[in-house]
């Protein structure tokens, strides 16, 4: 079991940034992928951006590259979402997902874990 907790959220003007972070509990923290997925209202949750297990590779959502950086520090069992140059239609619920699978995943079925989810709101 993996427990999973985001925290960063809130409320940004465009062009401003936000760091998410969502610390892990309860399994060896480098033993999985994480990956951050966003849902906005009325849309189906999508892909954001995924980080392998020792951290070496990451991809991203075209929508996101060049803006947003995912990291992780398995010693504090957290991976982050480090978001920059934030548009309105970064408005969404974003949520962390930590997957067993060997690579990085970009579909939802792929993670076997989740968070509660924490809101993020640009202004325009």
């Known amino acids: 079991q993996v427990q999973l907790v985001e925290s960063g959220g809130g409320l940004v003007q465009a062009g401003g940034s936000l760091r998410l972070s969502c610390a892990a509990s309860g399994r060896t923290f480098s033993s999985v992928a994480m990956g951050w997925f966003r849902q906005a209202p009325g849309k189906e949750r999508e892909f954001v951006s995924g980080?392998?297990?020792?951290?070496?590779?990451?991809n991203y959502a075209d929508s996101v590259k060049g803006r947003f950086t995912i990291s992780r520090d398995n010693a504090k069992n957290t991976v982050y979402l480090q978001m920059n140059s934030l548009k309105p239609e970064d408005t969404a619920v974003y949520y962390c997902?930590?997957?067993?699978?060997?690579?990085?995943?970009?579909?939802?079925?792929?993670?076997?874990?989740w968070g509660q989810g924490i809101q993020v709101t640009v202004s325009s």
């Open positions: 997902g930590a997957s067993l699978a060997a690579l990085v995943a970009t579909t939802e079925d792929s993670y076997d874990y």
């Open positions: 980080i392998s297990r020792g951290g070496s590779w990451t």
